[in-house]
């Protein structure tokens, strides 16, 4: 457990060397667990169903104890808070992510955004930036958005511009 707290501090470093893939990987883990917490930072509260839905995300991603994903959500929560942008987050996993990858990151994303039972318009930009600086077409975007939203029960519909023609 150390061993592993320790291995993602040393993973905040700015450029993980590609001689050791593991400090790659928990580097990638900080990084996708920052973009669910940015979601999570949109709205004006912190909700434990947001907080829960980020741990959960974080476990099943990457196959973590509840307890590695506890502490992987409060330094992405720290690392959120000192960043400048997500430029290099999202670079990091657009260069480890595959398409699929990335689809269920942002599908992650929204089941966040709807933890709370609510939507607001500032999680709905900062998906909507993941998405595209991830490249994710609209209509996985979408898609990935309706499955979440199907998840959590939610019944807001989609915005204007998210809407598909017939």
Known sequence: ML???R???ESLRPVPSEADPKAGEHA???ATAVMLVEVMR???SFEPSEREAVRRALGVQFQLADDEAARLAELAEAAARDATDLYTFTTR???RFDMAQKIRMIEAMWQVAYADGRLS???RQVLWR???LLHVPQGAYVHARLRAQQQAGAGTPPA???RSTP
Request: charged share 35%; no cysteine; net charge negative.
């Open 28 to 30: 990638l883990q900080l």
């Open 160 to 162: 204007p511009s998210e």
């Open 7 to 9: 291995d993602l501090f």
């Open 93 to 95: 996993i657009a260069e």
């Open 130 to 132: 993941v998405a595209d």
């Open 121 to 123: 318009e500032h999680e």
């Open 3 to 5: 061993k592993t707290l």
């Open 42 to 44: 949109a709205d004006a």
